[in-house]
């Protein structure tokens, strides 16, 4: 590769590009089990919720959300409260 060549990757050379490419395939594979694990959740979620609706009760909890919201937030900062709210909202739609 040349100096000024760029790839995929947008690396300048093929030993950062080697890097890239790799280190690429492993986040491919996390972001997989990642998409799994939300899955699942909302899968767990989703029996929650049909229980508390079957019950009487209403589908949201804003107790609970809040304590997610915080577990989310003291391990990954401010970002990790969107991110719980992304996944809120992935579990028992919008409110
Ligand atoms: C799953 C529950 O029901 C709803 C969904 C929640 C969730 O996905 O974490 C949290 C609170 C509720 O709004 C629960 O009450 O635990």
Sequence with gaps: MT???TDRTGARTDQAADVI???RER???LDDRIIGLIQE?????AVIQDA???SGGRRVNLAREMEVLAH?????GRPG?????TMLELCRGRI
Excluded at 41 to 45: D, K
Excluded at 72 to 76: E, F, G, P, S
Excluded at 81 to 85: D, H, V, Y
């Design 3 to 5: 100096a000024v060549h």
């Design 52 to 54: 508390r609706v079957s």
């Design 21 to 23: 490419t790799g280190a």
């Design 81 to 85: 409260t969107s991110l719980a709210m």
């Design 72 to 76: 989310y937030r003291d391990a990954l």
């Design 41 to 45: 959740r909302m899968a767990v979620s």
């Design 27 to 29: 986040i491919d594979a």
